[in-house]
C-alpha cells in the first residue's frame, strides 16, 4: 500500500505570496491532519479534515486554511506570506476521525522557504 | 490543557550502550500515548504505542510501557546502533479533541 505523499518536496516563496501544498493520504483513510515544523515552535498542529470537513483546528492565524475533496486528498493554504511561515509542513492519515487511538501516518513533508 | 515533557537533548551514546528517554505528560482522561522517530531529511514514522495503562509498546528493539500512576512512557532500549541515530518525539491523542499533542524532541547521536 503505498504511503502518504505530499508535494511539492520543496518550495521556497517570497513574502507576501500565497502557496498551496497537497496531500494524499494512504488509500482507505478518510483523515488528513496538517502539521507545523520548525525549530522553534517545534510539531503544532494546524487542522484536521474528515469527510471534506474540517473538523479540528489549532491555533493558527486565518491566514492558514485547507480544505479536503471528496477522494480524500487535502491541500493547504498559507496566504500572504510571512518569514515565520518557513517550516517543514507534514500531513499525517488514518483511517477515521475522533479515535485516539489510531495511529496518523505521516508524509515525506514539503520544506517552504520564505525569503 | 494537555501536554508531553521529553528530556532535551542531544543524547550522545556510543554503539550498544543502553538507551533512556524520559517522556512524561499532562492529560486529562487516558490519553494514548506514541513514539515517533523522524531520520535526517524525512517524516515522521512511529516507532511504538499505547493505548491504555501498563501496556508496553515495542518495535526494532525499542520498548515502552504506559505508566499512569508516574504519568510516564520513557522509551529504552537494550544496545543502540549508530543507525538508530535520529530525533525521537513522544506523543499524546486524548478523546478531547484526537490531535497529536508533541513533545519537543530528542535528538539522539549514537557514535561507532
Known amino acids: 500500500k503505498a504511503g502518504v505523499t505530499q508535494t511539492p518536496r520543496y518550495l521556497i516563496k517570497t513574502r507576501g505570496q500565497q502557496v498551496t501544498l497537497s496531500c494524499s493520504p494512504i488509500?482507505?483513510?478518510?483523515?488528513v491532519s496538517w502539521y507545523q515544523q520548525t525549530p522553534g515552535q517545534g510539531l503544532q498542529f494546524l487542522f484536521e479534515y474528515f469527510s471534506e470537513t474540517q473538523r479540528n483546528k489549532g491555533n493558527f492565524p486565518g491566514r492558514f486554511s485547507g480544505r479536503q475533496f471528496s477522494n480524500s486528498r487535502s491541500e493547504m493554504n498559507v496566504s500572504t506570506l510571512e518569514l515565520g511561515d518557513s517550516a517543514l509542513y507534514l500531513c499525517?492519515?488514518?483511517?477515521?476521525?475522533?479515535?485516539?487511538?489510531?495511529?496518523?501516518?505521516f508524509g515525506p513533508g514539503t520544506r517552504l522557504t520564505v525569503l | 490543557g494537555d501536554s508531553v515533557t521529553q528530556m532535551e537533548g542531544p543524547v550522545t551514546l556510543s554503539e550498544e550502550a543502553f538507551l533512556t528517554i524520559n517522556c512524561t505528560y499532562t492529560?486529562?482522561?487516558?490519553?494514548?500515548l506514541f513514539w515517533y522517530v523522524q531520520y535526517p531529511g524525512e517524516g515522521l514514522q512511529l516507532l511504538l504505542k499505547a493505548t491504555k495503562a501498563d501496556d508496553k509498546g515495542s518495535n526494532k528493539g525499542f520498548e515502552a510501557t504506559y505508566r499512569k500512576e508516574t504519568t510516564s512512557f520513557h522509551l529504552e532500549k537494550g544496545s543502540v546502533q549508530v543507525s538508530d541515530s535520529a530525533v525521537y518525539f513522544c506523543?499524546?491523542?486524548?478523546?478531547?479533541?484526537?490531535?497529536?499533542?508533541w513533545g519537543a524532541g530528542t535528538k539522539l547521536i549514537i557514535k561507532p
Open positions: 506523543a499524546l491523542s486524548a478523546d478531547s479533541n484526537y490531535q497529536l499533542i
Open positions: 499525517a492519515s488514518k483511517p477515521l476521525a475522533g479515535v485516539s487511538t489510531d495511529t496518523q501516518y
Open positions: 488509500s482507505g483513510h478518510r483523515s
Open positions: 492529560a486529562t482522561g487516558y490519553p494514548s
